[in-house]
């Protein structure tokens, strides 16, 4: 597991100047990776985690707060993903992207960040740690669901 983290720092270069809001988020994708790399429950990345790569505080709170989230509701943001990812099975999305849209999704359901941010700010993630085609594929998934969260489809059983 630390061999994993340790390549994933090095890999996410963190010491660029960012935003507070935006480490966070990058560190909640990092922890979402490890979960979806690993067979380790939440609290025992978190408690890894932090041991091999220690934050403040401050940076840690909205990150762990993403990562419980996207934990705890996994099936249930997956799904929306599945549902929106047209043509893609989850497991066949790139892990980093699979993770930044969990990221979001949770960010989208359970914060009340502006969406236009959460979107911007998981594309311009998408942009610095995978593909080039993964900032578009992240965008257009993510905007399916928002679509879906502001206009929830009419139940069929439906009468009035």
Not at 27 to 36: I, M, T, V
Not at 90 to 104: C, G, P, S, W
Request: charged content about 25%; some cysteine; aromatic content about 6%.
């Amino acid at each position: 597991m630390s061999v994993v983290s340790g390549l994933w720092s090095v890999v996410c270069g963190l010491c660029s100047p960012m935003s507070s809001r935006r480490k966070e988020r990058e560190l909640a994708l990092q922890l979402l990776f490890q979960q979806d790399c690993s067979q380790v429950t939440a609290d025992e990345i978190l408690e890894i985690y932090w041991e091999v790569n220690p934050v403040d505080l401050e940076n840690r709170e909205f990150a762990e707060f993403l990562f419980r989230k996207a934990s705890e509701h996994r099936s249930l943001i997956d799904e929306l993903i599945s549902r929106h990812a047209q043509h893609w099975r989850l497991e066949r999305i790139a892990a980093v992207d699979r993770n930044i849209l969990r990221m979001a999704v949770s960010e989208l359901l359970y914060t009340e960040t502006p969406q236009v941010v959460v979107i911007d700010e998981a594309i311009e993630i998408a942009r610095r740690f995978s593909t080039s085609n993964s900032s578009q594929f992240v965008n257009g998934v993510l905007d399916a669901i928002r679509e879906e969260i502001n206009h929830p489809p009419v139940s069929e059983n439906h009468h009035g």
